[in-house]
């Protein structure tokens, strides 16, 4: 209970400066798999479900800022070159981002994500516990 108080106190204290607005990152490597990241059981939003490396803009911050950052929090990774391929205004604004340039080695923040996996971008209706969007930016961006 005391670490659960802990890790809450901290996200809240971190996430003041937070807005509606969301950046996600897809990281490709080079056989077309994709970072995914188990969201917690506890989560607000799809708990217990794959997602992007990515979060919540703070205020005055970019899209691109925030992914750059955001991925860095929760992964380690460095990444570079980031495309545009899509928003989705459903809930908030997110902007979706693709990049293959990306350097370090993952080192997954667990109080955000419970676990990482490379997703391959071909078998992604093998996944039934997915951010739909993610699903279909998948079909439409990467496996064509």
């Given at each position: 209970?005391?670490?659960?108080l802990?890790?809450?106190?901290?996200?809240?204290?971190?996430?003041?400066?937070d807005?509606?607005?969301?950046?996600?990152?897809?990281?490709?490597?080079?056989?077309?798999?994709?970072?995914?990241?188990?969201?917690?059981?506890?989560?607000?939003?799809?708990?217990?479900?794959?997602?992007?490396?990515?979060?919540?803009?703070?205020?005055?911050?970019?899209?691109?800022a925030?992914?750059?950052?955001?991925?860095?929090?929760?992964?380690?990774?460095?990444?570079?070159d980031?495309?545009?391929?899509?928003?989705?205004?459903?809930?908030?604004?997110?902007?979706?981002?693709?990049?293959?340039?990306?350097?370090?080695?993952?080192?997954?923040?667990?109080?955000?994500?419970?676990?990482?996996?490379?997703?391959?971008a071909?078998?992604?209706?093998?996944?039934?516990?997915?951010?739909?969007?993610?699903?279909d930016?998948?079909?439409?961006?990467?496996?064509?």
């Amino acid at each position: 209970m005391k670490q659960l108080l802990e890790n809450w106190s901290r996200f809240v204290l971190e996430n003041q400066e937070d807005i509606e607005r969301v950046s996600k990152v897809f990281i490709l490597d080079g056989d077309n798999n994709f970072l995914a990241l188990l969201r917690p059981k506890e989560s607000r939003f799809m708990p217990h479900h794959w997602d992007l490396p990515g979060g919540h803009l703070k205020k005055g911050e970019s899209h691109d800022a925030a992914a750059v950052r955001e991925v860095k929090e929760e992964t380690n990774l460095d990444v570079y070159d980031l495309q545009k391929i899509g928003e989705d205004n459903t809930r908030h604004p997110v902007v979706y981002y693709i990049t293959r340039n990306y350097s370090g080695d993952i080192m997954l923040d667990k109080t955000e994500n419970e676990q990482f996996k490379w997703l391959n971008a071909g078998e992604i209706d093998n996944y039934n516990k997915i951010v739909p969007k993610i699903r279909d930016l998948v079909k439409q961006e990467i496996v064509g």
